[in-house]
């Protein structure tokens, strides 16, 4: 499985975007990108996943690179309950966490 | 919809003890993941379990074990516990298990 590189912490002011970078250089052409994020003592909430093209919901922007070697998770409105735990996994069959990014959404 | 249910949401045991954890999927869910979660090591997969079978293992011994019953229900099983097993276990069920995960509370193991 393809291994994910993220920076290991993050801050951000609340009200601006926060964007999340993730460097997949391995991912093969059946992998897909999913972000989730884990608040403190909760369990990991599912954000958003894509495959080559990029992607919008109600949470969260996926943008992936053309060559899918990377891509980035954007919150456009960052608020102080995104502060978190973002990880970013490439999956086929089975979910590796990597150590993730810590958000820290300022005020 | 009710979420993943886990249960006990807490657990004290001895080394050597074994201990069983249990986690109900969301309903109509098919495939029941489990994941180990320490400071040290972070989120490690342990297996994934899909219309009965175990369909992915991660890289733990064979004290770590694990089922799942025909309702979608899953347990997960470690034996001789070891001090390191200390952990927060979480589970998480998908329609298929090639999607979104939601994942439960977790259960709170600590080994003395």
């Known amino acids: 499985d393809a291994k994910t590189t993220q920076p290991p912490s993050m801050d951000c002011a609340e009200g601006r975007a926060a964007n999340l970078p993730c460097n997949h250089s391995?991912?093969?052409?059946?992998?897909?990108v999913y972000w989730y994020r884990q608040i403190h003592s909760q369990g990991p909430q599912y954000i958003i996943h894509?495959?080559?093209n990029n992607e919008t919901n109600e949470m969260a922007s996926l943008i992936i690179t053309e060559d899918r070697k990377s891509s980035t998770l954007i919150l456009p409105h960052a608020t102080l309950r995104d502060t978190a735990v973002y990880y970013c996994?490439?999956?086929?069959?089975?979910?590796?966490f990597g150590a993730g990014t810590r958000l820290t959404v300022k005020p | 919809k009710a979420g993943v249910t886990q249960t006990p949401r807490y657990l004290i045991k001895t080394r050597g003890q074994q201990v069983t954890l249990s986690c109900s999927p969301i309903?109509?869910?098919?495939?029941v993941s489990w994941y180990q979660q320490t400071p040290g090591q972070g989120l490690q997969f342990l297996f994934e379990?899909?219309?009965?079978?175990?369909?992915n293992k991660g890289n733990f011994p064979g004290r770590f074990s694990g089922r799942q019953f025909s309702n979608s229900r899953s347990e997960m099983n470690v034996s001789t516990l070891e001090l390191g097993d200390s952990a927060l276990y979480l589970c998480?069920?998908?329609?298929?298990?090639?999607?979104?995960?939601?994942f439960g509370p977790g259960t709170r193991l600590t080994v003395l």
């Open positions: 309903s109509g869910h098919r495939s």
């Open positions: 379990y899909f219309s009965e079978t175990q369909r």
């Open positions: 998480a069920s998908s329609w298929a298990g090639g999607n979104e995960q939601f």
């Open positions: 391995t991912i093969s052409g059946n992998e897909y």
């Open positions: 894509g495959l080559k």
């Open positions: 996994i490439v999956r086929v069959n089975d979910m590796r």
